[in-house]
């Protein structure tokens, strides 16, 4: 068994957690983070039995949801979720050793892994990193109301306050505003000195947002 903390503190300061908790469109911003052309993406991290479904923001064509690792998730999550392969919440042989190997494929890229947070120990593994992001939510009402979503759901309210964290409100983040969604998404491009991908990030937070209220009335 492989202690988080040691992971992290193996890889190169290119590696930048998500810390997020369950419900909190964790998975989708790794996605909008990754599809910057300083990010790293690998067509096998989309995690799709669709073959063209290969950039981090594409939804697949001939399926309609992504694949889970856990066999007792459920069609609604897989739906909604759009997890990738890119993850620190299973650390077995084979995810330690993928992450270990791309220190050499993408030594100058981003890359975002995601990872839920105990939040009681959270200060023990933000200073291990260059890099952190952090997801809070400022208006709960605006996430995924679903009941495989609301049974585990936390409040977390507030960014986290640290130099080297990137606190991101999802709920401005995938506001359906243009210009609030804008000024959340232009603050995260600063942030990480981004090229901006405003039209193809807005494209992908709209499509996202419809299957959540498709699979929330399911």
Known sequence: ???????????????????????????????????????????????????????????PECVSSFSLHKKDMSYKMSAVTVHSTMSLMILDDPTVKELVKLRRVWPDKFIFITCHPDYHTLSDFIHVKKYNVFLYCSDLDTLNRSEVFNSNRKEILSPYDNDNVCSIDVAKLFSQDYETFLEEYLMIVRWFDFSPRINAVRAFILRYCEREKFIENF
């Open 1 to 59: 068994m492989y202690s988080l903390k040691k992971v992290l503190t193996s890889l190169p300061n290119n590696y930048v957690p998500i810390w997020f908790a369950y419900g909190y469109r964790g998975h989708a911003v790794q996605r909008i983070l990754s599809a910057h052309k300083e990010s790293a993406w690998e067509s096998k991290w989309s995690n799709s039995a669709d073959e063209t479904s290969n950039s981090p923001l594409d939804f």
